[in-house]
């Protein structure tokens, strides 16, 4: 299976923004609908948002719809979060990941994280 990595992570203060990448960790000609998740602090995961294969359909989670864009090339691997107006309660491990099922958002696997603290 395909390894992830994340990265992009860092401090960002209320109201700042942050970009988040995920790419492939070997080169690969296949493409997949990819995924973010978090999880903070004593807190369960939650999908962030999500990307086709082609990158044309997107999902977010409401508490970020309007704030977040997640993007990718044509059938690229590499994705993006753009993550704009933060707040110290999106403070977390951002997770990528391969989604393997659009309609149940059921994912088969994610990279290792990366974190993002978000500073009052």
């Known amino acids: 299976q395909v390894q992830l990595e994340e990265s992009g992570g860092g401090l960002a203060q209320t109201g700042g923004s942050l970009t988040l990448t995920c790419a492939a960790t070997e080169r690969t000609d296949a493409s997949y609908a990819m995924g973010w998740s978090r999880q903070g602090p004593g807190k369960e995961r939650e999908l962030v948002a999500a990307?086709?294969?082609?990158?044309?359909?997107?999902r977010y989670a409401d508490s970020v719809e309007g704030r977040f864009t997640i993007s990718r090339e044509e059938a690229k691997n590499p994705v993006s979060l753009q993550m704009n107006d933060l707040t110290p309660d999106e403070s977390g491990v951002y997770y990528c990941g391969i989604l393997e099922n659009w309609s149940t958002l059921a994912f088969g696997g994610w990279g290792q994280g990366t974190q993002v603290t978000v500073t009052p």
């Open positions: 990307i086709t294969r082609s990158g044309a359909s997107t």
